[in-house]
């Protein structure tokens, strides 16, 4: 169970610009249905793909039907435009029975006036193998806001398969948000233990070790 305790950091809103716009928020149906969760782009061969958690975009094992991108969205507005799924992977653990330990799921999206998303609005690196205790940044889109919120500290180990961060704010809705070091590699997603916590607290992520990378490379192709 959690402590009680009061964490010592809250998330903020996050600020315009560069880092924020390479994650985005999850539709169903485009900016005007329902929003489901946050995603972040990350370098691929193809430039054109997303990291999630798998609950977000396959809940129950099956992959969602429908899902749209928009990286950088505030207040209405989708500045990068709004960018279709059109593939889903997720790991045969997650897909038999939604195994907690492997819930991250990589998104193609296919292009948008003839670009794809990585040259529209860059992308972070996937990162592997990492030890829990990295200094990063979170940010993602709460269902209540219609912008986004961000939160730099230590992730920390939470038994051998999940790591843990600590910061107050990231309630439903950022599930999925990307865990970024300083020097843009992504090393975890909101999601794992509970599908991300069940307090606005702590936030939990599958750690990325062999099995997340081999899931990386068969999305990537």
Do not use: K
């Not at 195994?99 to 991250?104: G, N, R, T």
């Not at 990231?170 to 069940?198: K, L």
């Not at 992520?205 to 899931?215: E, I, T």
Request: charged residues 20%; contains cysteine.
């Amino acid at each position: 169970m959690r402590s009680a305790v009061a964490p010592e950091r809250s998330a903020v809103p996050a600020p315009a610009g560069p880092a924020a716009d390479r994650i985005g928020a999850l539709f169903l149906d485009g900016p005007d249905g329902a929003r489901v969760c946050t995603a972040g782009v990350v370098h691929s061969p193809g430039r054109n793909l997303l990291i999630t958690a798998a609950h977000c975009a396959a809940p129950g094992g099956v992959p969602l039907d429908g899902l749209v991108f928009v990286p950088g969205y505030r207040d209405g507005r989708t500045p990068h435009g709004t960018w279709q799924v059109t593939g889903v992977t997720v790991a045969p653990g997650w897909e038999a029975g939604q195994d907690e330990d492997e819930d991250v799921a990589f998104l193609t999206v296919g292009p948008l006036d003839g670009r794809q998303v990585e040259d529209a609005v860059g992308a972070d690196a996937f990162a592997a193998g990492l030890a829990p205790g990295q200094e990063v940044t979170v940010t993602g889109y709460p269902n209540e806001d219609d912008a986004p919120i961000t939160c730099r500290a230590p992730g920390t180990a939470h038994g051998s398969a999940q790591q843990r961060f600590d910061c107050a704010g990231f309630t439903n809705g950022t599930s999925g948000s990307p865990w970024v070091t300083d020097d843009g590699r992504v090393t975890g997603v909101i999601g794992g233990y509970q599908e991300g916590g069940d307090t606005a607290d702590t936030s939990y992520s599958v750690v990325f070790g062999a099995q997340v990378d081999g899931l990386y490379r068969r999305a990537a192709g």
